[in-house]
């Protein structure tokens, strides 16, 4: 099936990575960005620069068949920020998507479920348990959406996303060609469950084609979890060189966390602040996929080893990464 889709957050990582891939699919994309904000899309796809406000929405959209709605912050110095960019944008889409009678397919986060672990992974049903400012803001724009009764919409919960142009997993590569890996959990072997961007895509078309995806809450992320030493050894393979496991106090780690707090308070965000802390000292970020496989057929087919490969060589690529020798 191939239609009409508009995505807000086009200049984002997974909006742009959403706007090649409904493109590549036969689609006729709009990408919507702010004003102001720099975004390069595929040959095609029309570029729309508007505020993210109703009104607008609704010129800017006018008449596509779904609205993806990938606009939002993962970082932000205040719970207000948050609030506005996750919260009150989402409003905003909504009462367009409703206006326009067009399907709304809302990405949260899996923040907004809270952690998980193999034995006992975080379901769409589970009650919700946020551990961030940035997970609260994320279930509370779920909350704007379901409590639409006109609105057709679909929610999906991406697990941890990365691939090739992620800054936020480029920190961790880096670090790992130096021969170190950061060990931060108070766990012995906390999992995660991980989604390359291009499963992602994937996933939301599913999401925004299938009758059995309305009124419902996908989480999307790969079947296996990996520990964090299976993460280690994998980057260790990926980058033709050995990792050292290095765990830092927690008093330190604290207090790096309070300095990228100030720094992001300044405007320049760092990988390590509280929110990010308490996210990386939680017992696991595992997630239940089956309800994304049983009812849309969906399943993710990178595994991570393939997938840091692609992201390393990438990286590599553009600079961002030292070639190996």
């Known amino acids: 099936m191939s239609g009409r889709v508009a995505v807000t957050g086009a200049n ?9 891939h409904f ?14 904000r720099r975004c390069a899309v595929p040959a095609g796809v029309e570029l729309v620069a508007v505020p993210l406000v109703a009104a607008d929405l609704v010129r800017a ?12 912050r993962t970082r932000a ?9 996750n919260i009150e944008t989402t409003r905003q889409v909504m009462c367009a998507a409703l206006d326009l009678g067009s399907r ?34 994320k279930l ?16 999906v919960r991406p697990a941890l996303v990365y691939g090739p142009a992620d800054r936020s997993a480029l920190p961790l590569f880096r670090m790992a060609q130096r021969g170190i890996a950061l060990q931060v959990g108070r766990f012995p072997a906390p999992a995660y469950t991980f989604i390359h961007v291009d499963d992602v895509a994937r996933g939301i078309e599913a999401a925004a084609t299938m ?40 008093t330190l780690l604290l207090a790096a966390a309070l300095a990228g707090d100030l720094a992001t308070l300044c405007g320049w965000p760092l990988a390590l602040d509280r929110a ?43 600079g961002w990464l030292a070639k190996s020798s």
């Open 12 to 20: 984002g990582f997974i909006g742009q990575n959403v706007v090649r």
């Open 23 to 36: 493109r590549n699919a036969g689609w006729q994309v709009r990408a919507i960005v702010r004003p102001g």
């Open 61 to 72: 959209a006018a008449g596509t068949d779904v609205i993806i709605h990938a606009a939002g």
């Open 77 to 85: 110095a205040t719970t207000r920020q948050f609030q506005s960019a």
């Open 104 to 137: 709304l397919v809302h990405i949260s986060s899996q923040a907004a479920g809270g952690p998980g672990t193999p034995r006992r992974p975080r379901s769409e049903d589970d009650p919700p348990c946020p551990l961030t400012p940035y997970g609260r803001s």
């Open 140 to 155: 509370a724009a779920e909350e704007v959406v379901r409590t639409s009764h006109r609105l057709r919409w679909t929610i």
């Open 211 to 250: 009758s059995a995806a309305e009124r419902q809450v996908f989480s999307l992320g790969h079947p296996q979890s990996e520990t964090a030493d299976a993460l280690t050894d994998t980057l260790a393979r990926v980058l033709g060189r050995p990792c050292r496991r290095v765990r830092f106090p927690h």
């Open 276 to 318: 990010r802390l308490v996210e990386l000292t939680a017992e696991g970020w595992v997630c239940s996929v089956e309800r994304a496989r049983d009812r849309l057929g969906f399943s993710a087919r990178i595994g991570l080893l393939e997938g840091f490969a692609s992201t390393a060589a990438w990286y590599a690529r553009h």
